[in-house]
């Protein structure tokens, strides 16, 4: 909201109104005139058909993804993205071939090997969302070390989910609080969306403002559903390892053009947008 704004415009009592709404995200002035999303979550899908209609084994297609991945990082940064979150490893993806799940694992444990100092170097800070407990101990001590590595960095925050599904985030929260309803720590009546919210994955950073996904398919898959519940969707034909810094950015317009009401009518936001 505006500093130099007469408390007492109608422009002012609605902003006031909407900030302090519980059914509404806060700072909404600020979220309705942004042009920039400051949280973006990426679905990375099509690696596997990008491969197969060259001719090539899956694998080689979650190479190429590597590599897109590197230009999405690049293009948050450059554009000014405070938070990039990436769907790499779902808590489904345990279903696919072992021989696939195998090799993602360990293209898994060899890009933060190899990409940490690259990361480091960017103030890029890397924090892993999801159960990482079924991982092996090897690629375990490999997490710990990269999120230790960067932890202090203070420019995008990168978040990698990997073995991580949206309905596992909101139960570990939820099952977090029901334990300290048991023991007394808490009443049940401070059991609110507020409270579950500060025990999900990536409690600290902002909500989601676009989240997108590549390979045509029109669906989140289980991905950030708390943190997404305001989210522009974009779906993107690009196969995941064509994805580059021009379809990013055609993302990016996708989500201006929006008008995003959080529940207001048109008219609302456009005096929000107005102050």
């Known amino acids: 909201m505006s500093s130099n704004m007469d408390a007492a415009s109608p422009s002012n009592d609605l902003t006031k109104e909407c900030q302090t709404s519980e059914h509404l995200p806060e700072q909404l002035s600020d979220l309705v005139k942004q042009s920039i999303p400051n949280h973006v979550a990426i679905i990375m899908d099509g690696n596997g058909r990008w491969a197969q209609a060259k001719g090539k084994p899956r694998v080689v ?33 345990w279903r696919r071939p072992d021989q696939e799940v195998s090799l993602l694992m360990e293209l898994f444990f060899t890009v933060l090997r190899r990409e940490i100092k690259v990361l480091h170097s960017n103030g890029v800070r890397l924090n892993i969302i999801g159960d990482t407990s079924r991982f092996s101990e090897r690629l375990q001590k490999q997490i710990r070390a990269a999120e230790a590595y960067t932890a202090d960095n203070q420019g995008l925050t990168l978040n990698v989910a990997a073995n991580y599904g949206g309905r596992w985030d909101i139960m570990q929260a939820a099952r977090t ?22 025990h999900l994955c990536m409690q600290n950073q902002g909500e989601v403002d676009l989240m997108i996904r590549t390979g045509g398919d029109y669906r989140i898959s289980n991905f950030i559903l708390w943190q997404a519940a305001y989210a522009e969707l974009v779906f993107m034909d690009t196969l995941w390892p064509d994805f580059d810094e021009q379809a990013f950015c055609q993302a990016i317009e996708m989500f201006n053009s929006r008008q995003r009401r959080f529940g207001l009518t048109g008219n609302q936001i456009e005096k929000i947008r107005n102050i």
């Not at 293009?75 to 808590?91: C, E, I, M, Q, Y």
């Not at 609080?177 to 919210?197: D, N, R, Y």
């Open 61 to 93: 297609g979650h190479r190429a993804g590597v590599k897109a991945v590197r230009r999405a990082v690049s293009t948050a940064r450059k554009l000014g993205v405070k938070s990039l979150t990436l769907f790499a490893f779902s808590s489904e993806n």
């Open 177 to 198: 609080l029901a334990e300290k309803v048991a023991t007394g720590e808490m009443t049940s009546s401070q059991f609110t969306e507020a409270a579950l919210a500060q």
